[in-house]
Every structure is written in C-alpha cells, then in structure tokens.
T-cell receptor, first 112, second 114 residues
Framework: SQQGEEDPQALSIQEGENATMNCSYK?????LQWYRQNSGRGLVHLIL?????REKHSGRLRVTLDTSKKSSSLLITASRAADTASYFC???FGAGSYQLTFGKGTKLSVIP | DGGITQSPKYLFRKEGQNVTLSCEQN?????MYWYRQDPGQGLRLIYY???????QKGDIAEGYSVSREKKESFPLTVTSAQKNPTAFYLC?????????????FGQGTRLTVV
C-alpha cells in the first residue's frame, strides 16, 4: 500500500522560478523524507523531517510538515535545469518499523 | 567509496526462467530493502531485512524470493511465478535506528521479459 500521495503529478516551470510539491499521507508517522530520482537512476535522499518538527531547510530546499493535516510540502527555490527530476515523499512509522513507504512522485521539469 | 551496488544494470528474462538480481553494500548498514518501480506507480516494497538471516515480506512479495546470508548482500530472485516481472528494481539500505531511516539506493536493475 502506498502511504503518501504527491501533488501535482507533474510540474513544469521556468528556470529561476520556485517549485512547490505537496505530499499527503494517511496514518501517523515518525519521520517524513523527500527523495529525488533522475530518469532511470536510483533515488537520492534530500531531507528528513521528524514528526515533532514543522519546518526544515537545506540549501535551496524548504520542507514543511503539518501533522494535523497529514501533509508536507517541498519548496525548491530559484530552480535550475539540473533540478529536473522526479521527487518522492516517503514515510516511516518509527522504531521497530523501518519500512519506508513511498508516494507516486511529482515529475518536475525546469525549462532553461 | 562507500555505497550500494546493483548488478546487472539491464537483465533480460525468458518466460519461465528464474533470474537473480544482485545487491551489495559496504556501508555497514543493518537494514536492506528491495523495491519495484513501474511507470506511474511509485516504489512498492517487495522484501526487507533488518538483520542477517532474517527478512520479511513487503507489499508485493509473491513471485519473489530473497536471502540474507551476509550483512553486505541481499540478492533478489524473480521466479517464474512472477507473472509480470518487467520493471525497474531498486535495492536500498539504511542504518536501523529509531532516529533515522534515511535510505541509500543503488542505481537499479531494469528487468525485461523477452
């Protein structure tokens, strides 16, 4: 079963614009993570936010988490053509349950 | 360099044939995972292992088998019982801890039935 659901499924923006992707999930979580996947490659971890955190930054990335709404957002500021990729959210349920459950992803295209 | 290695990158299987996908990690991680990725479907968990000689079924284990005889290795066998095996297979590993389950992924194996 897939816990997370990203929105939108696809997003196309101009270089320099900001990109916002959303993730909704169904059950209580321990951590929420965002991953990036270039076409035909493995996933790369971007950022992890814990259930007791509300916002986290890493370079041009900003992640928010609203546990009351069971949702998270990933903001990429000042996008570059190299940001073109699929982005996935993943959730886990905490100690003793190490499985990551992934959403279907948002495909981001950044046009130069 | 530390990392997780999958081989081969491309694999072709004939109908009724078993094939084994390799996954090796030198990150000293306890947990290892196998995911299947189909277009538009995201990643679905096939099997996972938290320690050597132990593994559990994920959401779509039917038609697959695994072993975990060494900490570094978690091979996946796609058996003839898997009726639709054409997909992109991803192996991952993570430190088993209560604080972080950041996963490190291999580059994937693309399996095609011919």
């Amino acid at each position: 079963s897939q816990q997370g659901e990203e929105d939108p499924q696809a997003l196309s923006i101009q270089e320099g614009e900001n990109a916002t992707m959303n993730c909704s999930y169904k059950t209580s979580i321990n951590n929420l993570q965002w991953y990036r996947q270039n076409s035909g490659r493995g996933l790369v971890h971007l950022i992890l936010i814990r259930s007791n955190e509300r916002e986290k930054h890493s370079g041009r990335l900003r992640v928010t988490l609203d546990t009351s709404k069971k949702s998270s957002s990933l903001l990429i500021t000042a996008s570059r053509a190299a940001d073109t990729a699929s982005y996935f959210c993943a959730t886990d349920f905490g100690a003793g349950s190490y499985q990551l459950t992934f959403g279907k992803g948002t495909k981001l295209s950044v046009i130069p | 360099d530390g990392g997780i290695t999958q081989s081969p990158k491309y694999l072709f299987r004939k109908e009724g044939q078993n094939v084994t996908l390799s996954c090796e990690q030198n990150l000293n991680h306890d947990a290892m995972y196998w995911y299947r990725q189909d277009p538009g479907q995201g990643l679905r968990l096939i099997y996972y292992s938290q320690i050597v000689n132990d593994f559990q079924k994920g959401d779509i284990a039917e038609g697959y088998s695994v072993s975990r005889e060494k900490k570094e290795s978690f091979p996946l066998t796609v058996t003839s019982a898997q009726k639709n095996p054409t997909a992109f297979y991803l192996c991952a590993s993570s430190i088993s801890s209560g604080y972080s389950t950041e996963a490190f992924f291999g580059q994937g194996t693309r399996l095609t039935v011919v």
